[in-house]
């Protein structure tokens, strides 16, 4: 199957502080591409879906002024975590498509931590 | 609003038997459904995936079936391994992009 990349996997940061995520599709090109968060031993709960060159749609809840999202090409989108506390601990995962209504492929996650 | 769900949150078989595992949705307008397999601390790895014009989809080792008349799915694993050991999630798209996803169930596969 294809192959998306994301880095870094694991993170440490300090409450105030901002940290960056990168989603890469290696060999495909991506339109969408999609973040989701997942707290321990529950589901992946979709934040937002990005559309390479457009804005990001967010879903309900999710606050766009704090979970930056940017799709600058068809290979690349990031999260940006804004201000970060230590509620916004969670695992970051991305995944991205090449048509519709194909499965996803997904990274391999970001442990975020907030101390 | 609508949403994929699971029947049951743990499942534990014995090496060697047969896994079912099941889900139910509802949304009646999704058209494509997938199984995910995450270990932990890594993302979704793609299993099998079923359109809604089919009621049954095998590959290597697994089945997935679709009811749609009860709005069910199940992923049937044959020959559980250890290696199988993992959470499964079934996920669903409505005619677009989105992939969301149901609560997951856990398989503990015993030696």
């Known amino acids: 199957g294809a192959v998306v990349s994301q880095h870094p996997s694991r993170v440490i940061c300090k409450s105030g502080t901002s940290v960056k995520i990168e989603c890469r599709s290696l060999d495909f090109q991506a339109t969408t591409m999609f973040w989701y968060r997942q707290f321990p031993k529950k589901s992946l709960m979709l934040m937002a879906t990005?559309?390479?060159?457009?804005?990001?749609?967010?879903e309900q809840g999710v606050e766009k002024d704090k979970f930056l999202i940017n799709h600058a090409s068809l290979t690349l989108s990031t999260l940006t975590v804004t201000s970060a506390h230590p509620e916004d601990s969670s695992f970051y995962i991305c995944?991205?498509?090449?048509?519709?209504?194909?499965?996803?492929?997904f990274g391999q996650g970001t442990r975020l931590t907030v101390v | 609003g609508e949403s994929v769900g699971l029947h049951l949150p743990t499942l534990s078989v014995q090496e060697g038997d047969n896994s079912i595992i099941n889900c139910a949705y509802s949304?009646?307008?999704?058209?494509?459904f997938i199984w995910y397999k995450q270990e932990s601390g890594k993302g979704p790895q793609f299993i099998i995936d079923i359109r809604s014009n089919m009621d049954k989809r095998q590959g290597q080792r697994v089945t997935v079936l679709l009811n749609k008349t009860v709005k069910h799915l199940s992923l049937q694993i044959a020959a559980t391994q250890p290696g199988d050991s993992a959470v499964y999630f079934c996920a669903e798209n409505t005619g677009g992009f989105k992939t969301i996803f149901g609560a997951g169930t856990r398989l503990f596969v015993k030696a």
């Open positions: 949304n009646s307008a999704s058209d494509y």
């Open positions: 995944s991205a498509k090449g048509t519709e209504n194909t499965e996803a492929f």
């Open positions: 990005s559309n390479e060159g457009s804005k990001a749609t967010y």
